[in-house]
């Protein structure tokens, strides 16, 4: 099957420290890897397109200065959000995308970030 | 940009009952229909696809549909498990394209009933 593996799966920060969030796929190599943020009970909001050894793209309305994002290989993609507050408070879920036909989209479990 | 619908929004069954959740698209272009089933606290899951050269596609319980005409498709599940119950989301995307962005429908939450 195709993994897609997220770690931490939860953690509380307090304001103002950042937070490293790491995508893996575990079995398959992914040129691309996107990041979702969801709030509860809606739909699953694109933040950014990432691409290995390029810089990432990000949706309209998405700080890049807040959300740092890395896709240093195949393999792995980090979502760093930097100075976080409260209403940074969210489910971070990435998927990768495999890099050959066809293309399907695996997503990650999620990560649970609080900011208090 | 692409613009996709979903119905209903929450759909309640009895175990054994069939279910079905509807998605309508904007983009023409679009040719990649995934669905997705998101449990409680999880990443979604792929559970079934199909691309726009092919009006239906079957996996056990679990069929989908497109109408590319109407720009149209439909999740059905028959025979209805408490397990099944869950948020589905349908998606659409330009598969071919570089960026591939997967729009996402606004999901519907289904309860199977014991």
């Known amino acids: 099957g195709a993994v897609v593996s997220q770690h931490p799966s939860w953690v509380i920060c307090k304001s103002g420290t950042s937070v490293k969030i790491e995508c893996r796929s575990l079995d398959f190599q992914a040129t691309t890897m996107f990041w979702y943020r969801q709030f509860p009970k809606q739909s699953l909001m694109l933040m950014a397109t990432?691409?290995?050894?390029?810089?990432?793209?990000?949706e309209q309305g998405v700080e890049k200065d807040k959300f740092l994002i890395n896709h240093a290989s195949l393999t792995l993609s980090t979502l760093t959000v930097t100075s976080a507050h409260p209403e940074d408070s969210s489910f971070y879920i990435c998927?990768?995308?495999?890099?050959?036909?066809?293309?399907?989209?695996?997503f990650g479990p999620g990560t649970r970030l609080t900011v208090t | 940009g692409e613009n996709v619908e979903q119905h209903p929004s929450t759909l309640s069954v009895q175990e054994g009952d069939s279910a079905v959740i509807k998605c309508t698209y904007s983009d023409s272009a679009s040719n990649y229909f995934p669905w997705y089933k998101q449990e409680l606290g999880k990443g979604p899951q792929l559970i079934i696809d199909?691309?726009?050269?092919?009006g239906e596609k079957k996996d056990q319980r679990i069929a989908v549909t497109l109408n590319k005409t109407a720009k149209h498709f439909s999740l059905h599940i028959t025979e209805t498990q408490p397990e099944d119950s869950a948020v589905y989301f349908c998606?659409?995307?330009?598969?071919?394209?570089?960026?591939?962005?997967?729009?996402f429908g606004t999901g519907t939450r289904l309860t199977v009933i014991p």
């Open positions: 998606a659409a995307s330009r598969e071919q394209t570089g960026a591939n962005n997967l729009f």
């Open positions: 990432s691409n290995e050894g390029s810089k990432a793209t990000y």
């Open positions: 199909i691309r726009s050269n092919v």
């Open positions: 998927s990768a995308r495999k890099r050959v036909f066809p293309y399907e989209q695996y």
